[in-house]
T-cell receptor, first 112, second 111 residues
Framework: DTAVSQTPKYLVTQMGNDKSIKCEQN?????MYWYKQDSKKFLKIMFS???????INETVPNRFSPKSPDKAHLNLHINSLELGDSAVYFC???????????FGPGTRLTVT | QQPVQSPQAVILREGEDAVINCSSS?????VHWYRQKHGEAPVFLMI?????EQKGHEKISASFNEKKQQSSLYLTASQLSYSGTYFC????????????FGKGTLLTVNP
């Protein structure tokens, strides 16, 4: 029943490690996003995919690499994790770029 | 360009009204409003498009002044469930369809 799901919900890891976050939507949407929300609650877009094609790639370190194996999935892989990567990462999806976005529950990443 | 929201925080008693403003220095195509409760994901409230009408449902409505690049969210007769952080997000249209969020307005409704 969940419209947009993310795994894991919590991720605690050490600096230098590599980790992945998975996202799936069952809404039939064409567009998916990754957002980062820092400790000050600032919600900033990182990437957007439309039909598996990357359409938005903000100024994000290239340690972050999104992958969309199909329209319903958008994963985020992070290499060489740093303390500053600690945040809540939200996946979202929408019908198109001007439609309402449905957010996943978020993944709280803590880098120690 | 990040839109500017005001106020940063507001505290109400149940039943009171509030207005949250969102403004941009750039021409806007659309304004989106979301509410996020503590520890939860943002939830969509409404979209206002350039040339569109004022939107609203129940006691939450919004307006979009295209000439001033401003939008306002109106919450009337607030309920405890309205508490949360309200974000406006803006797009500039054309090939620039990125949704850029403001820093949010923390609304607290007390009994």
């Amino acid at each position: 029943d969940t419209a947009v799901s993310q795994t894991p919900k919590y991720l605690v890891t050490q600096m230098g490690n590599d980790k992945s976050i998975k996202c799936e939507q069952n809404l039939g949407h064409d567009t998916m996003y990754w957002y980062k929300q820092d400790s000050k609650k600032f919600l900033k877009i990182m990437f957007s995919y439309n039909n598996k094609e990357l359409i938005i790639n903000e100024t994000v370190p290239n340690r972050f690499s999104p992958k969309s194996p199909d329209k319903a999935h958008l994963n985020l892989h992070i290499n060489s994790l740093e303390l500053g990567d600690s945040a809540v990462y939200f996946c979202a999806s929408s019908h198109d770029s001007e439609s309402e976005q449905y957010f996943g529950p978020g993944t709280r990443l803590t880098v120690t | 360009q990040q839109p500017v929201q005001s106020p940063q925080a507001v505290i109400l008693r149940e039943g009171e009204d509030a207005v949250i403003n969102c403004s941009s220095s750039k021409a806007l195509y659309s304004v989106h409003w979301y509410r996020q409760k503590h520890g939860e994901a943002p939830v969509f409230l409404m979209i206002l498009l350039k040339g569109g009408e004022q939107k609203g449902h129940e006691k939450i409505s919004a307006s979009f002044n295209e000439k001033k690049q401003q939008s306002s969210l109106y919450l009337t007769a607030s309920q405890l469930s309205y508490s949360g952080t309200y974000f406006c997000g803006t797009t500039r249209g054309g090939s620039n369809y990125k949704l850029t969020f403001g820093k949010g307005t923390l609304l607290t409704v007390n009994p």
